[in-house]
């Protein structure tokens, strides 16, 4: 008995239910602190928890982390701020402005689409800015691009309306006169729709690349997400002053504003459950009990702790279309980059191979795109006066096994693709770099086979298919994040934990 209590002591047991008795709040824990789990700790504070968010590393936000060396702060994941209305109504649910938490700017241009030597395209701010830049390069281009924009106008207008709040529970919340009269446009895939006017391949590559957030080929994913395109080119790129990171602390406020309580450092090892309950979670410090459980992280993991009360097999997981994993470097430079952009995409070399790479093959690509930011253009808080930040990123397949002197390979790449397209020589302004890959994915998110931003948003792994927010055994343990629904980013993680908290509060747990 001496031992027990002596373990339990050493352990800092921290159980809340003395409180939760005393006040009579039911008490949620959620596990993480990525975007889903911080938009569903202010829906679960608001309706009256008392929520506790334990999160497995230093620093809270998810992928949205924050690096910062030597006065220069790079934003570890997300960089592109698309749907600025998801996050407007997220804030608004509480009352709140999006100004309240954070400033955002809008990105003129709002990226570069680099194609080969002193060959881009610019997109503009505007959607009739960018059909002239269609008409320029295409002739006829600009009716074509015009109706296609329509189109994807109102999907985005159904999918907020009708599809992507929805929990992914019943085959019944997908029929709506207008979801039925779009059918089409789920057999449909997005190349087809982009192909069947438009000609010119640099044409269609930019209209084909919004999907690429969705996590799948152009060629597996449904028409209907052409709504991308009107994320794209209808809102416009936004960027939130002091990076993305800045969204995140912003809800973090906001949570704390709603009582919630955060511990870092926290990683939850054990789920412990009775028949079927969850009853606690214990991490290296403590056990917390709660009345309801909610795992943000990743689910592919959250289910390793259910043992025999998961909902998926380990083979499930292997046969999944995955989001791509990637190779990412963090590079500080002693001057300004000259010839580029806050946001350019290489598309320079031949997108279908490396889309081969990534999901056929799965082998390290040979000549990849990649992704290239120096957001310091547009923030000088960013890094010290007259330097530098970049972020690049090269997408890869997940599983594959990586280590630094691959990543050295593929930076080295990506120096001779920047000099040999803009003439512009950056090996010699580096001041320190660091890189991150698949392992890296796995150790400091737990990530499902390495994965960057979760499952793919194909056919057959939207809506009802994909991983399911309850818990079949577990009465009282829900699932948020980009591997449920809706999907993959950062809007639908703050949709995700929107719905999971929307479905908890109506069934009642
Ligand atoms: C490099 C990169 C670039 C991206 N770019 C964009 C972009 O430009 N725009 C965009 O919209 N989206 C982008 N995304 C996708 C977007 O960042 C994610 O879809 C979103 O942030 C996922 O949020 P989440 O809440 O589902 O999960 P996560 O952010 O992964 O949060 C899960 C959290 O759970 C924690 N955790 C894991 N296991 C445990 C445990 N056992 N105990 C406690 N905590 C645990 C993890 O540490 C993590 O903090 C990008 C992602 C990456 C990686």
């Known amino acids: 008995m001496a031992n027990v209590v002596k373990y339990l002591s050493n352990m800092k047991i921290i159980v809340y239910f003395c409180t939760n008795k005393l006040l009579k709040l039911k008490k949620v824990v959620i596990i993480g602190s990525g975007f889903s789990s911080l938009a569903s700790a202010c829906y679960m504070a608001k309706a009256g928890y008392e929520v506790v968010v334990l999160e497995k590393n230093e620093q809270l936000g998810g992928r949205a982390s924050l690096m910062e060396i030597d006065g220069f702060r790079f934003?570890?994941?997300?960089?592109?701020?698309?749907?600025?209305?998801?996050?407007?109504?997220?804030?608004?649910?509480?009352?709140?402005?999006v100004s309240d938490y954070y400033q955002l700017e809008k990105l003129s241009p709002a990226y570069r689409v680099v194609f080969g030597e002193n060959d881009y395209i610019d997109i503009e701010d505007s959607p009739e800015k960018i059909v002239q830049?269609?008409?320029n390069i295409e002739k006829g281009s600009g009716k074509h691009l015009r109706n296609f924009m329509n189109g994807a106008q109102e999907n985005y207008r159904i999918a907020m309306q009708n599809l992507v709040y929805n929990p992914g529970i019943s085959l019944l919340e997908l029929l709506s006169v207008e979801s039925a009269?779009?059918?089409?446009?789920?057999?449909?895939?997005?190349?087809?729709?982009?192909?069947?006017?438009?000609?010119?391949?640099?044409?269609?590559?930019?209209?084909e690349f919004p999907v690429l957030f969705l996590g799948a080929k152009p060629?597996?994913?449904?028409?209907?997400?052409?709504?991308?395109?009107?994320?794209?080119?209808?809102?416009?790129?936004?960027?939130?002053?002091?990076?993305?990171?800045?969204?995140?602390?912003?809800?973090?406020k906001l949570a704390k504003e709603l009582g919630v309580?955060?511990?870092v450092n926290e990683e939850v090892t054990e789920i412990n459950f009775t028949e079927n309950q969850v009853k606690n979670v214990k991490t290296k410090h403590g056990i917390y009990e709660a009345d309801v459980f909610i795992s943000g992280a990743d689910y592919a993991h959250t289910e390793k702790l259910l043992h025999k009360n998961r909902n998926y097999s380990e083979n499930y997981w292997q046969k999944k279309t995955f989001a791509p994993s990637s190779f990412l470097y963090y590079v500080a430079f002693n001057r300004k980059v000259q010839h580029l952009l806050h946001h350019n995409l290489f598309f320079d070399t031949d997108f279908e191979e490396h889309a081969?790479?990534?999901?056929?093959?799965?082998?390290?690509?040979?000549?990849?795109?990649?992704?290239?930011?120096?957001?310091?253009?547009?923030?000088?808080?960013?890094?010290?006066?007259?330097?530098e930040i970049g972020f690049f990123l090269i997408p890869v397949a997940v599983d594959l096994e990586d280590n630094e002197e691959i990543h050295e390979q593929y930076f080295q790449l990506i120096?001779?693709?920047?000099?040999?397209?803009t003439g512009e020589d950056l090996s010699d302004a580096i001041l320190f770099k660091k890189s991150f890959g698949v392992t890296d994915f796995k150790e400091r998110y737990h990530s499902c086979r390495g994965n960057a931003y979760g499952l793919?948003?194909?056919?057959?792994?939207?809506?009802?298919?994909?991983?399911?927010?309850?818990?079949?055994?577990?009465?009282?343990?829900?699932?948020?994040?980009?591997?449920?629904?809706?999907?993959?980013?950062?809007?639908?993680?703050?949709?995700?934990?929107?719905?999971v908290t929307d479905y908890i509060l109506k069934r009642g747990v």
């Not at 059918?183 to 209209?207: E, G, H, M, T, Y």
């Not at 790479?357 to 690509?365: G, N, R, S, W």
Request: with cysteine; aromatic share 14%.
């Open 75 to 97: 934003d570890m994941g997300p960089s592109w701020y698309w749907m600025p209305d998801v996050f407007e109504r997220f804030f608004a649910d509480f009352g709140k402005k």
């Open 133 to 135: 830049t269609f008409e």
């Open 181 to 207: 009269k779009r059918l089409n446009l789920f057999v449909k895939n997005i190349s087809q729709q982009v192909r069947a006017n438009i000609k010119n391949p640099k044409l269609r590559s930019i209209l």
């Open 219 to 252: 060629n597996k994913t449904p028409a209907f997400y052409n709504f991308m395109n009107h994320a794209d080119f209808g809102l416009g790129t936004w960027y939130p002053k002091g990076g993305f990171n800045a969204v995140a602390l912003g809800m973090v």
């Open 261 to 263: 309580q955060f511990f």
């Open 356 to 387: 081969k790479e990534i999901y056929d093959t799965k082998v390290l690509p040979k000549k990849p795109l990649f992704y290239a930011n120096f957001s310091s253009k547009t923030d000088d808080s960013l890094s010290p006066e007259g330097k």
């Open 415 to 421: 120096l001779d693709r920047i000099k040999k397209c």
């Open 456 to 499: 793919a948003n194909t056919l057959l792994q939207t809506s009802v298919l994909r991983p399911s927010i309850k818990n079949k055994i577990l009465k009282n343990f829900f699932y948020t994040g980009q591997l449920t629904v809706p999907g993959p980013g950062v809007p639908p993680a703050l949709i995700s934990g929107k719905v």
